[in-house]
């Protein structure tokens, strides 16, 4: 079985532009989370999307936004790109919304932006 | 708000040799616990992870690790390391309170394992 995926695997950008990073879940897992994982800050939560809405988000500016497929596949979208947005965008996946249901994380997408 | 902390930024060993990762959390309300493993170049991984039950939990790759609910504490521990255990661990939690799976994590500990 396929485990997440997500592309680019690498992205680069330059300042002001936009940025569209994606994520295909595990067949028949339907939630989808994005992180974000910056050299100095650790992973954080960026956005939670399940059944093709957005349910929760991070401590993130607007710019960050993204949205869910009816195939459970989620794009990230990160617009206005800043320096400090370079990191790795990691996502997870999960069958259910149980705080209890392991996160399947894909291999990332590093963006960098100059 | 929960937050964990992970005091060993990196942590050298010898191959064969015991070693423990240490895990603090603080939160207001019960938490689950998470350890996962990122590989260079790799997303990361579950190692194990304390639902309920009893503390002492096993998980992959001989990795076990202890919850401690006085310490607030839930160190990652292996008997013996390879040289393929090298990789980043980062011990994370969820709150029971937030209704989803909103992974907290501590800012990881580099385990070195040199022969």
């Known amino acids: 079985e396929a485990g997440v995926t997500q592309s680019p695997t690498h992205l680069i950008k330059t300042r002001g532009q936009q940025a569209t990073l994606r994520c295909s879940p595990i067949s028949g897992h339907t939630s989808v989370y994005w992180y974000q994982q910056a050299l100095g800050l650790g992973l954080q939560f960026l956005l939670w999307y399940d059944e093709g809405e957005e349910r929760n988000r991070g401590n993130f500016p607007p710019r960050f936004s993204g949205r869910q497929f009816p195939n459970y596949s989620s794009e990230l979208n990160v617009n206005a790109l800043e320096l400090e947005d370079s990191a790795l965008y990691l996502c997870a996946t999960t069958g259910g919304t149980s705080p209890t249901d392991t996160q399947y994380f894909g291999p990332g997408t590093r963006l960098t932006v100059l | 708000a929960q937050s964990v902390t992970q005091l060993d930024s990196q942590v050298p060993v010898f191959e064969e040799a015991p070693v423990e990762l240490r895990c603090n959390y603080s939160s207001s309300v019960s938490v689950y616990l998470f350890w996962y493993v990122q590989y260079p170049n790799q997303g990361l991984q579950l190692l194990l992870k304390?639902?309920?039950?009893?503390?002492l939990v096993k998980g992959i790759n001989g990795f076990e690790a202890e919850f401690n609910k006085s310490q607030t504490s839930f160190h990652l521990r292996k008997p013996s390391v390879h040289i393929s255990d090298t990789a980043e661990y980062f011990c994370?939690?969820?709150?029971?309170?937030?209704?989803?799976?909103?992974?907290?994590f501590g800012t990881g500990t580099r385990l070195l394992v040199s022969p």
């Open positions: 304390y639902l309920s039950g009893s503390t």
């Open positions: 994370a939690v969820i709150s029971m309170n937030t209704g989803f799976q909103k992974l907290v």
